[in-house]
């Protein structure tokens, strides 16, 4: 599975982003794919997950009620929905896709991952 995220920008304090994950190579249904974020000089760390199965979602405290993750298997997509963004959100945004049902949260878990598309948001 090859993945590719998008939609990545500037973007003032209070406004809203949409990134893509575009995959290729295989249909992403079946596959959790998760989002995580690297901020500099910090650990990359889960923001939402999407189960490979029922399509329950998850996300972390930090973007609980402003982020929402979803996928269009048709499109073989994976889209996180960012509002409401603060200049803490700023980092570079992976997706990534592992074979299963999930939830998988953790890093280690994933197979696959994407380039990052970098976000930055200004106060």
């Known amino acids: 599975v090859q993945l590719q995220a998008s939609g990545g920008g ?13 995959a290729s190579g295989s249909r992403l249904d079946g596959y959790a794919i998760g989002w995580f974020r690297q901020a500099p000089g910090m650990e990359r760390e889960g923001v939402s997950c999407i189960t490979g199965s029922d399509g329950s979602t998850y996300y972390a405290d930090s973007v ?32 990534a896709a592992v074979r299963g049902s999930g939830p998988f949260l953790r890093r280690i878990d994933y197979e696959y991952w994407g380039q990052g598309t970098q976000v930055t948001v200004s106060s």
């Open 10 to 22: 500037l973007v003032q304090f209070g406004g809203s982003l949409r990134l893509s994950c575009a």
């Open 64 to 95: 609980e009620g402003r982020f929402t993750i979803s996928r269009d298997n048709a499109k073989n997509t994976v889209y996180l929905q960012m509002n409401s963004l603060k200049p803490e959100d700023t980092a570079v945004y992976y997706c």
